[in-house]
């Protein structure tokens, strides 16, 4: 149980266009759901908490314009890359949980991103 | 602010071998610490998720303790084997669920 999709796996772009990603929990509800970005060799850094039905509350140094996140159901957050960049190239990994539980966080299995 | 660390950054074994692989964390007051497995390329599996009350769980030839007080979290791995090749990564909440990773231990284990 607890299973969160990530669509797509790997997508490849040309700069300046813009990209989105869904994250999914498949067989429960999510009232949250968090985005990381993960670059080669290096630890998950936190961009985003995604509450269902509000807006998203960004970390610091993280540019809301270009990371848009929504998440519209309590099974659905999308971020969409905008106006991608080749600094924008990167692991991007959504997880999700059931707030008020001590559950584990439950990842999906990320989404390769290249800006050619 | 809390920062996590691991030590090894990389470790090399031969099959077998139990070992142990470090996680410290500058802020004790947390609210849980989980660690995770990631393989190349791919997203995170949990393994275990040790709560602030509790001082260590198990999974089978998995073990790992918290130490609060001191700031650190150890995951032993016994009769270790080449399937355990992955990063490891240590995470720790302090009550918002929003995660702190560590900077993660590549372990490989030799056939």
């Known amino acids: 149980g607890a299973v969160v999709s990530q669509h797509p796996s790997w997508v490849i772009c040309k700069s300046g266009t813009s990209v989105k990603i869904e994250c999914r929990s498949l067989?429960?509800?999510?009232?949250?759901m968090f985005w990381y970005r993960q670059f080669p060799k290096q630890s998950l850094m936190l961009m985003a908490t995604s509450n269902e039905g509000s807006k998203a509350t960004y970390e610091q140094g993280v540019e809301k314009d270009k990371f848009l996140i929504n998440h519209a159901s309590l099974t659905l957050s999308t971020l969409t890359v905008t106006s991608a960049h080749p600094e924008d190239s990167s692991f991007y990994i959504c997880s999700a949980t059931r707030v008020g539980e001590v559950s584990p966080l439950h990842f999906g299995n990320g989404t390769r991103l290249t800006v050619t | 602010k809390q920062e996590v660390t691991q030590i090894p950054a990389a470790l090399s074994v031969p099959e077998g071998e139990n070992l142990v692989l470090n996680c410290s964390f500058t802020d004790s007051a947390i609210y849980n610490l989980q660690w995770f497995r990631q393989d190349p390329g791919k997203g995170l599996t949990s393994l275990l998720l040790?709560?602030?009350?509790?001082r260590e769980q198990t999974s089978g030839r998995l073990n790992a303790s918290l130490d609060k007080s001191s700031g650190r979290s150890t995951l032993y791995i016994a009769a270790s084997q080449p399937g355990d090749s992955a990063t490891y990564l240590c995470?720790?909440?302090?009550?918002?669920?929003?995660?702190?990773f560590g900077t993660g231990t590549r372990l490989k284990v030799l056939a």
């Open positions: 067989d429960f509800q999510a009232t949250t």
């Open positions: 995470a720790v909440d302090s009550g918002t669920y929003k995660y702190i």
């Open positions: 040790i709560q602030s009350s509790q």
